[in-house]
């Protein structure tokens, strides 16, 4: 997760390149602890785990135990890559004196955007006394957005301080300091 600093290899997001810059940009993206390079050792373990415990099944004649190891790797396998399917959803938020851009691109690759006049937005929070900031929308002319669901609560909190901060700035004119 990165906010609060313009990616640089992007356009702006009306794609006009005399409109002013971002003060505000972020892409989240869901976390995923276990990187490919831990998949092959967990599912590795796991195989070689299956072998071992499935040969003296084999070697007592109830070889169809060995066939349940087998699928229980492979149930272990499909579960892993559908949650690295899952991690390629992300939204992207962009900050201009000009307008917030909230675009949300679901793991599918389905896109959604959200645009609004940063004078009329808000933030809206739902915050738990004991959890934390549980909820945050963009809210616009009476239409509701969340954001930063991905987010723990403490990430949540951080994020909305640096968007709020940077709807502030955008409103003032787009001074760079909220970033």
Same mark, same amino acid.
């Given at each position: 997760?990165?906010?609060?600093?313009?990616?640089?290899?992007?356009?702006?997001?009306?794609?006009?390149?005399?409109?002013?810059?971002?003060?505000?940009?972020?892409?989240?993206?869901?976390?995923?602890?276990?990187?490919?390079?831990?998949?092959?050792?967990?599912?590795?373990?796991?195989?070689?785990?299956?072998?071992?415990?499935?040969?003296?099944?084999?070697?007592?004649?109830?070889?169809?135990?060995? !066939?349940?190891?087998?699928?229980? &790797?492979? +149930? %272990?396998?499909?579960?892993? *890559?559908?949650? #690295?399917?899952? /991690?390629?959803?992300?939204?992207?938020?962009?900050?201009?004196?000009?307008?917030?851009?909230?675009?949300?691109?679901?793991?599918?690759?389905?896109?959604?955007?959200?645009?609004?006049?940063?004078?009329?937005?808000?933030?809206?929070?739902?915050?738990?006394?004991?959890?934390?900031?549980?909820?945050?929308?963009?809210?616009?002319? !009476?239409?509701?957005?969340?954001? &930063?669901? +991905? %987010?723990?609560?403490?990430? *949540?909190?951080? #994020?909305?301080? /640096?968007?709020?901060?940077?709807?502030?700035?955008?409103?003032?004119?787009?001074?760079?300091?909220?970033?």
């Amino acid at each position: 997760m990165s906010f609060g600093k313009p990616d640089s290899g992007e356009r702006h997001p009306a794609g006009d390149e005399t409109a002013p810059p971002p003060v505000f940009d972020a892409t989240i993206t869901p976390h995923r602890s276990l990187g490919q390079d831990g998949f092959r050792l967990v599912m590795t373990l796991v195989c070689l785990a299956s072998v071992a415990a499935s040969i003296p099944f084999i070697v007592l004649g109830a070889w169809p135990v060995a !066939g349940f190891f087998g699928l229980d &790797a492979l +149930a %272990l396998f499909i579960a892993f *890559r559908v949650n #690295f399917s899952a /991690a390629r959803a992300f939204e992207r938020i962009v900050v201009t004196p000009l307008e917030v851009v909230l675009r949300k691109v679901s793991h599918h690759g389905r896109e959604a955007v959200w645009r609004s006049n940063p004078a009329w937005t808000k933030l809206e929070r739902k915050t738990d006394e004991d959890y934390g900031l549980l909820h945050l929308s963009l809210v616009s002319r !009476g239409q509701s957005v969340a954001v &930063a669901a +991905a %987010l723990s609560p403490g990430e *949540r909190e951080g #994020f909305a301080n /640096a968007l709020g901060a940077a709807l502030a700035s955008a409103r003032r004119g787009g001074d760079r300091g909220a970033a």
